[in-house]
């Protein structure tokens, strides 16, 4: 089974777990939109609509349990009731614990609800649908957070090098430096998401293309390719690979692995990103995401094709893209300034 098989077998069993605890006609919910969904987004759905329902037993319908709520209650449901559910978030706790739930959480959980009502309204089984009228105001804009071209050089060179690293890292990184670099040079050089790119397989790589498939979200393949730089990093990291899982008799498929001869796994993928990053530019946190908003806003300054742009991350939506990387730079605004002439010299 692949590394996706296995994810969307444990995301399906994680919902089934939480679909157990709500309401039957929930379960029609997701049966109905199963078919344009990821098992991953199916189980943020339900984890959102747990949250919501827990919210409804102790504020609207303080009598029931989750499990004895009806439709016909869901038809009670007013607009006010959804808004202060959105304030409910910022107290909700789960376990004891309370959790973070900032504005982007905040209206990822209300893009939930609206899809929940909004499907047993278009179905005949509510006969209205409160949750369309709540307004939505989207959080500001934020700067693309993304690596300059020195502290490229320089995070490779480190990692390369071992410069500035313990003795103790040092020691370690001579282990790893190889894999290592090959991840984020793959992460800088192709905009990879880390998903993809823990998800690889050997047999996903073709050297002499220079291309390798990926495993897009939702389940899509594509054929993404890569520069020659990358091709000599993955050539060197293959060999490291094949030697030392020779040696240990082992038989692998992933492309990618711990000092364990195991598949990376992402949370590994997240502390390496991290690690080598916070020594060039301690000042930003830089994310395997970041690398992938690197990568993207070198594409688009170097091609001004959002299209291009767009196909090359996987974006199935162009207005993504261009949210965020089609912004004028100042860079750009100064050159624009000296473009037109009031007067000829």
């Not at 304030?87 to 376990?95: C, M, R």
């Amino acid at each position: 089974m692949s590394f996706f098989s296995e994810r969307d077998e444990e995301n399906i069993e994680k919902t089934r777990a939480i679909l157990e605890g709500l309401p039957s006609f929930v379960e029609e919910f997701f049966v109905g939109i199963s078919l344009r969904t990821s098992a991953l987004t199916r189980f943020g759905y339900a984890v959102d609509l747990k949250i919501f329902f827990d919210y409804l037993t102790k504020r609207k319908f303080r009598s029931l349990k989750v499990d004895e709520i009806t439709l016909h209650d869901i038809e009670k449901i007013e607009v006010f009731d959804i808004e202060l559910f959105m304030e409910y978030l910022s107290s909700y706790t789960l376990e004891g614990k309370k959790l973070k739930c900032e504005k982007s959480a905040k209206l990822r959980k209300l893009s939930s609800v609206r899809s929940f009502f909004k499907y047993f309204f278009k179905r005949g089984r509510l006969s209205k649908d409160v949750s369309s009228k709540i307004e939505i105001s989207r959080a500001k804009e934020m700067p693309i957070i993304k690596l300059e071209v020195d502290e490229i050089v320089r995070l490779l060179d480190s990692v390369e090098s071992g410069e500035n690293f313990g003795k103790r890292q040092q020691k370690y990184n001579e282990n790893t430096k190889i894999r290592d670099v090959a991840i984020l040079t793959l992460f800088l050089g192709t905009g990879i998401r880390i998903s993809e790119l823990v998800g690889l397989d050997v047999n996903d790589v073709f050297l002499e293309t220079n291309s390798f498939s990926v495993t897009r979200k939702g389940g899509g393949k594509s054929i993404l390719y890569f520069s020659d730089e990358v091709l000599r990093t993955l050539e060197i990291y293959l060999k490291w690979r094949n030697e030392r899982l020779k040696k240990k008799n082992i038989k692998i498929d992933a492309l990618f692995i711990s000092l364990q001869n195991s598949r990376i796994t992402v949370r590994a993928t997240q502390l390496l990103v991290k690690k080598f990053t916070s020594l060039v530019s301690p000042l930003k946190k830089i994310t395997p995401h970041k690398l992938r908003s690197t990568y993207g806003t070198t594409l688009y300054n170097e091609t001004r094709d959002i299209y291009v742009v767009a196909d090359v991350l996987g974006h199935k939506d162009i207005n993504t893209t261009k949210k965020h990387y089609a912004s004028i730079s100042d860079e750009n605004r100064r050159a624009a300034s000296k473009v037109v002439k009031l007067r000829e010299d």
